[in-house]
């Protein structure tokens, strides 16, 4: 298999800054180095200085594209493939390839190339990265449609920030080095004010600085180094889910503002032998204080609390832990460990803080532990050292008081350890904490002693006695500590579920569902993942929803996957999970399977009507259609009977007219036929639509192809850049044709039917108008494409003027691509 190609990357705070011009100037160094270096594409902007640094290296030819008329040039990748260059110089990463293309953005033409063993080196401003895109909005005014998943540009092997001051870049637009003379003065007013170039910049630096931290971790992984470096300041709080939770924040949050540039870390560890069971609302809470004080909040499971903590400190590179001081009684202490002691223990050279909080202040009696979550291989562990410490200890003590204790009460003591033995460990260290306890009683408290031998008769039933009690007792107690673990365990897993159907109830979206999955389970991240059905022999996935830090795209990029159905599945990244949590983590999934399936259905139901007036509806919509289909055979049938009818003794122009009429009359009859047939099936539930992002403009390419010469003279005025939208590419296309082919029908003589286009919250808005359209005619053609619009998620309404003649409007609305759906796994 060919080794993947390495890709760098110039990274620029704003245009003007050189980025184009080092790339340049690094493919020059490369040739002079013996490297094969091509150009696939550079856009010089008219800079001299760039198109001379280009002149000397080879330039594949570019590929041109035609496009509403026009004509335009994009990087031609198979020429670039067939010449396979060691290296190829490509400008603009997140450029918008002109539809056509043969990907829709440029970074997908440089993963082509890097997948084929060649390198790539490219250039990118910070304005077009997703995460940053409305923060630059904010600070510019400008909102960029030219974006790149920041996952592209972090596979990166090598990012160089191109850095200069904003009075350099200035300088440069004076001299007219960025922009020819008549945009100098707007942009200097306005895009490169000292304040929007100086905030780019702090942002291009921030970002460059966490890619470097996270190639830090990298690095430190790869060779094993676990101690933290202190290359800078980070806070970790523990949060437990308790009321002090916000103290420890506050506290940790002074901690940070004492040195800039330090962050703050929230984490909480779940334990690993059942779901998480603390109060929900606690945490949303204190999750919600950390991150108004700038930091981030973060949930794991692990079995042990301390190695959980420590795991994810030595990971991150935290410098400082803030804990509480711990709430357990003395006993408990003993018994399970203290967090705040092994975490300074075990913490090595992170500093740890323990702060002190009204939640801790009766945590110094002496008390019972409380029987805990599970019985599994660590509390049995727990429970069998427990005892092996607490039994001897006793009988020391036991024996140092031999003279004031009698075997009654020598046999109570011994009877109290093994209640505590089984309260921790359950039924098995019980038993055999009172065959040991029995034992001991024998060797060191009846005569003769230090012998297993009995001398005396109340002794042996004494001891039997004890040993039956013991049993009986450790039996008790171990079935509760069983059945507190299984209600537990029930009540967790509830609440799982509980939270996750009310959240549905409550209408929350499909990201936000996912996210709650993820901290119930305490997981990395979590990628709700859907099948492109028409990729069967090579599988598409597509992010319907995703939670966490770098959820997986694709299957078999996860640690954990639960198939939904046979298109739709949930994956997961993180630590593994029991037999029992999978179970309820494959609930979880079908519960947000259902998510999915409602999102998609409800608009379909909203717009269907009920009952007779919405039947009455359809009938009438099938009438008018039938109707007018009949008009349209009916002047097929004209038209050729006529062309027939002495055909030799028409001149040709008039021959010319009527096959011309009749072949526009059949493709209308074509058109409604379709439109009846979809109708129809969309009625009777059998119409299956996939909704996926598309490409308006490739779909109206389609559809003037498809009108002929009649949509030549259609105006179409659409922005440059138009976002994608979530449509059957198939069936919007049948959609526009009529409602393009019925405007031109309506319009009058001489009049050109326009198309405008616009976005409007998070829905595209086309609306079609003629001038001077009749508007006494029904519509029958648009109801069934309003039903189809419907169908999709859209509107589509029509409107006609006050008076005859005076217009008709056609508006059609599209819900847009959301966020998390714009990049599919490969």
Excluded at 517 to 534: I, K, Y
Aim: hydrophobic content about 45%.
């Amino acid at each position: 298999m060919e080794a993947r190609g390495k890709l760098r990357i110039y990274l620029g705070a704003a245009p003007g800054v050189g980025k184009t011009y080092a790339m340049l100037e690094e493919g020059r160094r490369l040739r002079a180095q013996g490297t094969d270096v091509v150009i696939g594409f550079v856009e010089p902007h008219g800079r001299r200085p760039t198109a001379a640094m280009a002149e000397g290296t080879e330039t594949v030819p570019r590929r041109a594209v035609l496009h509403r008329g026009a004509e335009f040039t994009e990087m031609d990748v198979d020429a670039v493939l067939a010449r396979r260059p060691q290296v190829a110089l490509v400008d603009e990463l997140a450029h918008t390839n002109v539809p056509g293309s043969r990907n829709a953005k440029r970074w997908q033409d440089v993963e082509e190339l890097l997948d084929a063993g060649i390198d790539v080196v490219t250039t990118l401003n910070v304005q077009h990265l997703e995460s940053l895109n409305d923060v630059v909005t904010q600070i510019t005014g400008v909102r960029q449609r030219e974006r790149l998943p920041d996952e592209v540009a972090r596979r990166a092997d090598q990012i160089e920030l191109v850095d200069l001051p904003p009075e350099a870049v200035r300088r440069r637009m004076t001299h007219g080095d960025i922009y020819p003379a008549d945009r100098i003065e707007a942009a200097l007013t306005h895009y490169f004010r000292v304040g929007n170039l100086t905030a780019l910049r702090e942002l291009a630096l921030l970002w460059l600085a966490d890619r470097v931290e996270e190639g830090l971790q990298r690095y430190r992984a790869e060779h094993g180094i676990a101690a933290p470096w202190e290359t800078r300041e980070r806070v970790l709080v523990g949060l437990t889910g308790g009321r002090e939770g916000e103290t420890l924040v506050r506290r940790a949050a002074r901690i940070t503002a004492r040195t800039p540039g330090s962050e703050l870390l929230a984490l909480h560890v779940t334990p690993g032998d059942a779901l998480a069971d603390t109060d929900p609302t606690l945490l949303a809470g204190q999750r919600a204080l950390v991150e108004s004080l700038g930091g981030s909040y973060h949930q794991t499971t692990a079995d042990d609390v301390v190695q959980g903590l420590l795991g994810f400190a030595r990971a991150e590179n935290i410098t400082q832990i803030v804990l509480g001081a711990g709430r357990r009684g003395l006993l408990g202490s003993l018994l399970r460990g203290d967090v705040g002691r092994r975490t300074i223990r075990e913490s090595g050279p992170i500093d740890v803080h323990v702060v002190t909080h009204e939640e801790a202040a009766g945590a110094a009696g002496l008390a019972l532990p409380r029987p805990g979550r599970g019985t599994g291989r660590k509390r049995f562990r727990l429970a069998m050292a427990g005892a092996a410490v607490l039994l001897p200890a006793l009988t020391a003590v036991l024996t140092a008081l031999r003279d004031r204790l009698d075997l009654s009460s020598d046999l109570v003591l011994y009877l109290l350890a093994v209640v505590v033995v089984a309260l921790v460990g359950g039924l098995g260290p019980a038993l055999l904490a009172a065959f040991a306890a029995g034992l001991l009683a024998d060797y060191f408290f009846t005569a003769p002693v230090h012998t297993f031998g009995i001398e005396r008769g109340n002794d042996i039933l004494a001891l039997t006695v004890f040993v039956v009690v013991a049993t009986l007792v450790g039996t008790a107690a171990g079935a509760v500590t069983w059945r507190t673990y299984q209600a537990t365990r029930a009540t967790a897993e509830a609440r799982a579920l509980s939270r996750l159907a009310t959240a549905m109830m409550h209408g929350q979206d499909l990201p936000a569902l996912v996210e709650q999955l993820r901290e119930n389970f305490g997981l990395a991240a979590v990628s709700l993942l859907e099948r492109d059905p028409g990729s069967a022999a090579r599988p598409r996935w597509f992010v319907v929803a995703s939670a966490g830090e770098r959820p997986p795209e694709r299957p078999y990029d996860a640690d954990l996957e639960s198939p939904v159905d046979e298109h739709l599945t949930l994956a997961a990244r993180g630590h593994g999970l029991s037999a029992e949590d999978q179970g309820i983590f494959a609930a979880c999934a079908a519960q947000l399977g259902i998510a999915h399936a409602h999102g998609r259905i409800a608009p379909r139901a909203a717009g269907t009507g009920t009952g007779e007036a919405a039947e009455r509806s359809r009938a009438m919509s099938l009438a008018m259609a039938v109707r007018d289909l009949r008009a349209s055979l009916a002047a097929i049938s004209a038209s050729l009977a006529r062309l027939a009818d002495r055909a030799g003794s028409r001149p040709p122009g008039e021959r010319t007219r009527l096959l011309t009429a009749a072949q526009r009359s059949a493709r209308r009859a074509e058109r409604l036929a379709g439109d009846l047939d979809d109708l129809g099936r969309l009625h009777a539930g059998a119409l299956e639509l996939h909704l996926r992002p598309v490409d308006v403009g490739e779909v109206l390419t389609t559809v003037m192809d498809d009108l002929g010469p009649g949509g030549r003279t259609i105006s179409v005025s659409f922005p440059e850049e138009l976002p994608d939208v979530i449509a059957d590419a198939a069936v919007l296309a049948r959609v526009l044709t009529t409602v393009v082919a019925d405007a031109l029908r309506r319009g009058g003589p001489g009049t050109s039917p326009a198309l405008t286009a616009g976005v409007s919250d998070d829905r595209l808005v086309m609306r079609m108008t003629a001038a001077g359209a009749e508007t006494d005619a029904g519509s029958p053609s648009l109801r069934p494409a309003r039903d189809l619009t419907e169908a999709m998620g859209g509107t589509l309404w029509a409107r006609a003027g006050r008076h005859r003649g005076t217009g008709w409007a056609v508006t059609l609305t599209l819900p847009l691509v959301a966020r998390h759906r714009r990049a599919p796994g490969r």
